[in-house]
């Protein structure tokens, strides 16, 4: 009997340590096309730790692939709404629309599955979200910050005014255009997501640093790219291999 006691004390302790060790040294996920260097790194690094993005195979997580509504809404109702998620649907992205419309968070959108998402309905979505968790929303003060803010529809301005000005979507170049007909790739929504969830934790945003080894480039100069390279905010380009 004494024996058994201690086998199985052992066998318990064993277990407890297993499990600890599979927690505190469990690795970050990693894929082969976002190395390091990659601007959008330790975002993307984030997102798939939390499992709010995954890859598309093969341990590839394509960042210069567009987005898709589908994508940008599966990536809210995981964090937010996954109390809201129902049975599989005839598409892998059906319980993930039913669960956006459940919790009201496609108001004012024209969000569509399939199709890509621009930066008017990506703000929406997450204005949308901001009001339905409670957070209190900032608007900008001076709206000429944003340099084609007449372009703005009325329906939009309240949404891109507070993600405008509480950093989770920022102008795409130095004048602050906002460029709301314009799409993201995945590794820019990594970043916005990222952002989103700094926000409601009751933060701050961050923009991405300058990677160093950058090159201005000004004027009429021309750039030839051979090989990868990935959008960087306010119109820069980060290459890497």
């Known amino acids: 009997m004494k024996t058994r006691r201690l086998a199985a004390g052992a066998m318990s302790i064993a277990l407890a340590v297993t499990m600890f060790s599979t927690t505190a040294f469990a690795a970050s996920v990693k894929f082969t096309d976002v190395p390091d260097s990659h601007w959008a790194s330790s975002s993307i690094t984030e997102m798939a730790d939390k499992g709010i993005m995954s890859g598309i195979g093969n341990n590839l997580f394509a960042p210069s692939n567009t987005l898709t509504g589908a994508e940008f809404v599966t990536m809210i109702v995981r964090h937010f709404y996954e109390d809201k998620l129902g049975t599989e649907g005839e598409k892998w992205y059906s319980e993930f629309m039913d669960a956006a419309k459940s919790a009201n968070i496609l108001t004012g959108t024209n969000v569509t599955a399939e199709g890509t998402i621009n930066r008017y309905d990506m703000a929406q979505l997450m204005y949308n979200v901001l009001k339905a968790e409670g957070i209190t929303t900032s608007s900008l003060s001076d709206t000429s910050k944003v340099s084609d803010w007449s372009a703005v529809p009325s329906t939009s301005r309240d949404a891109v005014s507070v993600c405008y ?77």
Do not use: W
């Open 165 to 241: 000005n509480m950093g989770m979507l920022t102008g795409v170049d130095n004048k602050g255009t906002f460029n709301g007909t314009g799409v993201m790739d995945r590794a820019q929504a990594a970043v916005v997501m990222d952002r989103l969830l700094e926000v409601c934790s009751g933060g701050t945003p961050s923009t991405p640093s300058k990677p160093s080894g950058s090159l201005t480039l000004t004027n009429d100069n021309i750039l030839y790219i051979k090989g990868d390279a990935s959008k960087y905010e306010d119109g820069v380009f980060h290459l890497y291999n």
